[in-house]
């Protein structure tokens, strides 16, 4: 089966660097995503992990462990505008399965 | 930047009645999917489908569900006798099919709502 966690939600200030964790267990596993929602729009691509390590993209980074189940999502120089949902999925076959999201807000 | 589009944005309907959620994928994309999220939910895959047929279906898709790419550019979800637990944001999403092929770009998504 497949279960993904991540923490259901955090804040954090302008500015700031925040960490969102995420482990999963999967009977199959060919990569890890996150995806950015903000409230009432769709799941924009953010990152893809399939090796173990950090991968930097701008203010954004992601890190991914396959032996312990384990990613985070790291996001630098917080701005008002990351306040939003983020949403850890690992690939499997030919679909994503999400967790349940961690919306973050940020504050001035 | 090429973009998944959804149409119509919003769709309200009787329970029992028949709806098509429209998509048009990326142009150079050859691999399609359905997803949908209940409002406050996860968002929950519904199907893929690739070469004009199903490639993976979850338990969700069941027989009042279907999709068909009836021409070069559209692709469409069909809830034949909708229900009010249908009621949700449908997303379509395509992927390329070379290099990131594991890469899906969501469309806007449509809102149904079933009374």
């Known amino acids: 089966g497949q279960n993904i966690d991540q923490p259901t939600e955090m804040t954090a200030t302008e500015g700031a660097i925040v960490q969102i964790n995420c482990t999963y267990q999967?009977?199959?596993?060919?990569?890890l995503f996150w995806y950015q929602q903000h409230a009432g729009e769709a799941p924009t691509f953010l990152s893809y992990?399939?090796?173990?390590g950090l991968e930097e993209k701008g203010r954004f980074s992601s890190f991914l462990s396959r032996s312990k189940g384990y990613s985070y999502l790291l996001l630098k120089e917080l701005q008002m505008k990351d306040s939003a949902s983020y949403l850890c999925a690992t690939y499997n076959t030919d679909k994503l399965i999400f967790g349940t999201g961690t919306r973050l807000q940020v504050f001035p | 930047e090429p973009e998944v589009t959804q149409t119509p944005s919003h769709q309200v309907t009787q329970m029992g009645q028949e709806v098509i959620l429209r998509c048009v994928p990326i142009?150079?994309?050859?691999?399609f999917y359905w997803y949908r999220q209940i409002l406050g939910q996860k968002v929950e895959f519904l199907v893929s489908f690739y070469n004009n047929e199903i490639s993976e279906k979850s338990e969700i898709f069941d027989d009042q569900f279907s999709v068909e790419r009836p021409d070069g550019s559209n692709f469409t979800l069909k809830i034949r006798s909708t229900k009010l637990e249908d009621s949700a944001m449908y997303f379509c999403?395509?992927?390329?099919?070379?290099?990131?092929?594991?890469?899906?770009?969501f469309g806007p998504g449509t809102r149904l709502l079933v009374l």
């Open positions: 992990n399939v090796l173990d």
């Open positions: 142009s150079n994309h050859l691999y």
């Open positions: 999403a395509s992927s390329p099919t070379s290099g990131r092929r594991e890469t899906q770009y």
């Open positions: 999967t009977s199959g596993f060919n990569g």
